[in-house]
């Protein structure tokens, strides 16, 4: 079992950057594919990138695409959302999650048993 904990959201200015932080406990880190989702009140929540064990291997939404960059660190048990070009429409709290390697990508929740408690990204003037 893996247990995660989120870090780094707070308030930036449209057009600003943040970095998120997951840090995970338990075994075999490099074995999980590690992923972002968000949630905004009143919405379901909504996958934004995932990253195989290998690091490279990687996929996003497309509303995300070419602005936001996840990666890992196998080492410090770590994975990250680099987020760049932050719009209002990225506001929402951001959520780790974890699954187990398979051989593709999947975005649907239900397939991430392990989650973190979020993070708080809020995009305001």
């Given amino acids: 079992q893996l247990q995660l904990v989120e870090s780094g959201g707070g308030l930036v200015q449209p057009g600003g950057s943040l970095k998120l932080s997951c840090v995970a406990s338990g075994p075999s880190f ?45 080492i410090k048990n770590t994975a990250y959302l680099q987020m760049n070009r932050l719009s209002t429409d990225d506001t929402g709290r951001y959520y780790c999650a974890a699954q187990s390697h398979r051989p593709f990508f ?17 995009v305001s003037l």
């Fill in 106 to 122: 999947t975005t649907a929740e239900v397939d991430y048993p392990y989650w973190g408690r979020g993070t708080q990204v809020i």
């Fill in 30 to 74: 490099d074995r999980h594919i590690m992923a972002w989702f968000r949630q905004v009140p009143g919405q379901e929540r909504e996958f934004v990138a995932a990253t195989y064990g290998d690091g490279p291997s990687t996929y996003y939404s497309e509303s995300v695409k070419g602005r936001f960059t996840i990666y890992r660190d196998n």
